[in-house]
């Protein structure tokens, strides 16, 4: 990795974690769906799958008011208490993290709940995303992967 890559992603992560919980499930909807599009479905399904199908079954099991809960719960964890145990979450490492927010967003506006349409993401949002203009679906699995290890 080149030194400006490592820049780029220490300054993305660091904007990322300041941001608030909704901000955070915002720019991560945003990227998934940039990429899902440019990363075929086997690079993604060769993941860990280590209890993330069910894990993502539970959520699309709740109503689309506690599933931004319990997403907020397992970005944050922190917060009100939902009917999601964060404690299978926490002991996923960042590939199996990656691989359940994948799935997530495969079924955004679908079985979980999407991005309103009228969404305009806040300043400090927008500053994360305005980062990712240029860059290839790699830097953005990296920031995904650095900042999904962390949560």
Do not use: C
Not at 25 to 37: D, K, M, P, R, Y
Not at 41 to 52: C, E, K, R
Not at 68 to 90: F, H, M, P, V
């Amino acid at each position: 990795m080149t030194s400006t890559n490592i820049d780029f992603t220490e300054v993305a992560v660091s904007k990322f974690q300041n941001l608030n919980a909704d901000d955070r499930l915002a720019v991560l909807a945003v990227l998934f769906s940039q990429i899902n599009e440019e990363i075929p479905a086997s690079a993604m399904n060769s993941l860990p799958n280590h209890g993330t199908a069910d894990l993502v079954a539970e959520i699309q099991n709740l109503s689309q008011p506690d599933q931004i809960l319990a997403l907020r719960k397992l970005q944050n964890q922190e917060g009100e208490e939902t009917t999601i145990s964060t404690d299978s979450y926490a002991s996923m490492d960042a590939e199996s993290k990656l691989a359940f927010w994948y799935q997530l967003g495969e079924n955004l506006g679908g079985s979980v709940v999407g991005i309103p349409q009228d969404y305009i993401p806040s300043e400090q949002a927008a500053e994360v995303l305005d980062l990712f203009e240029m860059n290839s679906s790699e830097q953005i699995m990296s920031f995904m992967q650095q900042v999904l290890s962390k949560a």
